[in-house]
Nanobody, 128 residues
């Protein structure tokens, strides 16, 4: 099990950018596939992006593709979500999640039930 601390959220105008960071405490970060999810008021949690253990395979949801990018730095035990061209509909609480893999995995995962560890969430608000 690992502990995840998210940061980088805040208030930004439409068209602006934010970079979310998820710092992971633990000795097995390099054995975890990572995901970013968001939940807006009145809506279900949805997967925004995901990245494999190696970082070589990534996923971004169609509704943010071309605007959001996921990456990781295993040496720093950190995963990032770069968000550009933000829209008001991107307003949500963003969560980082980790899925442990006992082997060297090359897959990413999008269902929330795949993940066993979650951060506390960071609020992103995009004004028009």
């Amino acid at each position: 099990q690992v502990q995840l601390v998210e940061s980088g959220g805040g208030l930004v105008q439409a068209g602006g950018s934010l970079r979310l960071s998820c710092a992971v405490a633990g000795r097995t970060f390099s054995r975890h596939a990572m995901g970013w999810f968001r939940q807006a008021p009145g809506k279900e949690r949805e997967c925004v992006a995901a990245i494999s253990v190696s970082g070589t395979r990534t996923y971004v949801a169609d509704f943010v593709k071309g605007r959001f990018t996921v990456s990781r730095d295993n040496a720093k035990n950190t995963v990032f979500l770069q968000m550009n061209s933000l829209k008001p509909e991107d307003t949500a609480v963003y969560y980082c999640a980790a899925k442990y893999s006992p082997y060297i995995g090359f897959d990413y995962y999008t269902p929330s039930y795949e993940y066993g560890d979650w951060g506390q969430g960071t609020q992103v608000t995009v004004s028009s």
